[in-house]
């Protein structure tokens, strides 16, 4: 699809982002305007396929395919479609899905060690969010393999159910970064150490619990100043806080606190954690009823109310 650039600054996800640019070629007068394309969502990879297959392959499920090329760009797809036609055409028949699927990388196992520490991990976030009634908890799951994709892989994740409309209190979103940094804590508690795992992109759990972070005290006003900083729009909070090192400072300060906070409870619920670890390594997934059970099997605990000191 083509696009008329204009006076715009045009990037991809393998480019220097705007905000790593020299502030002397984005000044107002040369870059008027800034356009940011990035890598494509699963459903844009499934529409980018759809569209390169034209008329081949109607009604077939293409959702595995663009669930396993998570950071491909549009001209890889439609390299992995031509290589499909290819397939068929010396086959002398119709294209079917395997062809495209046959152009994928082989998923790889991952090593024990890192699949344990992932359900650690996870168990962690989902205890945590238990333990402060975050919301309901719909499922947690561990991946035992990863398609190489140069990129961080995803090895799991905690799915929970928010109710409606939130009031957004003040415990509210400590609770929430609480939970962001649960899988951490379960690393440092159970393992002697934390990883990587949850930095190093947007959408980590150090992301989200920076961002809940910022927009508690730059923006609503509920950390230790009112003063009104930013609006809640993410790139402009973090714009901010790149240039506010007092900002910083307070960013650092609420997070570190609700990382002590989330240690002490995994430290006091720290069968419950190992049980939940131990569930995922044998099944690969638990719904919320299966995880609720297998912490209820430790009749100490208490499932809600286990806010414990939320200051910052």
């Given at each position: 699809m083509a696009r008329r650039a204009g006076r715009a600054s045009w990037w991809s996800a393998h480019a220097t982002p705007p905000d790593r640019l020299d502030a002397a070629l984005v000044r107002a007068g040369r870059l008027d305007r800034h356009?940011?394309?990035?890598?494509?969502?699963?459903?844009?990879?499934?529409?980018?396929?759809?569209?390169?297959?034209?008329?081949?392959?109607?009604?077939?499920?293409?959702?595995?395919?663009?669930?396993?090329?998570?950071?491909?760009?549009?001209?890889?797809?439609?390299?992995?479609?031509?290589?499909?036609?290819?397939?068929a055409r010396r086959g002398r028949r119709d294209m079917t899905v395997e062809d495209l699927v046959s152009g994928l990388p082989a998923p790889v196992a991952f090593p024990d060690a890192l699949r344990r520490r992932t359900a650690v991990h996870e168990a962690g976030h989902a205890v945590v969010g238990l333990m402060v009634d975050a919301g309901e908890v719909i499922s947690v799951s561990i991946s035992s393999a990863a398609v190489p994709n140069g990129g961080i892989q995803d090895g799991g994740g905690v799915l929970f159910r928010e109710g409606g409309f939130r009031e957004r209190t003040r415990s509210q979103i400590l609770d929430a970064i609480a939970v962001r940094l649960g899988g951490l804590a379960a690393e440092e508690v159970l393992l002697g150490e934390r990883s990587?795992?949850?930095?190093?992109?947007?959408?980590?759990?150090?992301?989200?619990?920076?961002?809940?972070?910022?927009?508690f005290e730059a923006s609503f006003g509920l950390g230790e100043g009112f003063a009104y900083l930013s609006s809640s729009d993410e790139d402009e909070l973090f714009a901010t806080l790149r240039l506010d090192r007092y900002l910083q400072a307070r960013i650092d300060k609420v997070l570190a606190g609700q990382f002590a906070r989330v240690k002490e409870i995994i430290e006091r619920h720290r069968q419950e954690v190992e049980r939940v670890a131990e569930a995922l390594l044998a099944r690969g997934s638990l719904t919320g009823d299966e995880l609720r059970d297998v912490v209820a099997q430790q009749t100490r605990l208490k499932l809600v109310g286990e806010s414990g000191n939320r200051s910052s």
């Open positions: 356009v940011r394309i990035p890598l494509p969502d699963q459903k844009g990879r499934e529409g980018i396929l759809r569209w390169h297959l034209q008329s081949l392959l109607p009604g077939v499920d293409l959702s595995e395919v663009a669930a396993r090329t998570e950071g491909w760009n549009g001209a890889s797809l439609e390299q992995l479609v031509r290589q499909a036609r290819r397939l990587a795992g949850g930095g190093g992109a947007k959408g980590s759990d150090l992301h989200g619990a920076t961002l809940s972070a910022l927009t």
